[in-house]
């Protein structure tokens, strides 16, 4: 499966985004979504999880509240919506698809080519 992101941009603090991530293939709804980030010079960080129906989902305590994932595997999609956006949250986005749910990145077969979103305060 192939993957793009998009939907990053420039958002002032408090404000909120909505990425996306298109997934080719017929083969979408046989694969756990995550979405990961990497700030500069941090380690990339697992943010959320949906499970292959979109049953379950599945957040880092540092985003649970204030981000929301979501999928759409009549369009082959998964979002992630960001609200209470804040400085922090700068970083580029990856979203990913994977076998199973894992909050590692290493468990996930397939990633898009990431997506910037800059806060300003």
């Known amino acids: 499966v192939q993957l793009q992101a998009s939907g990053g941009g420039l958002v002032q603090a408090g404000g909120s985004l909505r990425l996306s991530c298109a997934a080719s293939?017929?083969?979408?709804?046989?694969?756990?979504m995550g979405w990961f980030r990497q700030a500069l010079g941090k380690e990339r960080e697992f943010l959320a999880a949906?499970?292959?129906?979109?049953?379950?989902?599945f957040y880092a305590d540092s985003v649970k509240g204030r981000f929301t994932i979501s999928r759409d595997n009549a369009k082959h999609t998964a979002d992630l919506q960001m609200n209470s956006l804040n400085p922090e949250d700068t970083a580029v986005y990856y979203c990913?698809?994977?076998?199973?749910?894992?909050?590692?990145?290493?468990?996930?077969?397939?990633w898009g080519q990431g997506t910037q979103l800059t806060v300003s305060s």
């Open positions: 949906i499970s292959y129906s979109g049953g379950n989902k």
């Open positions: 293939g017929r083969t979408f709804r046989s694969y756990v």
């Open positions: 990913a698809a994977g076998y199973k749910y894992s909050e590692l990145g290493s468990q996930y077969a397939y």
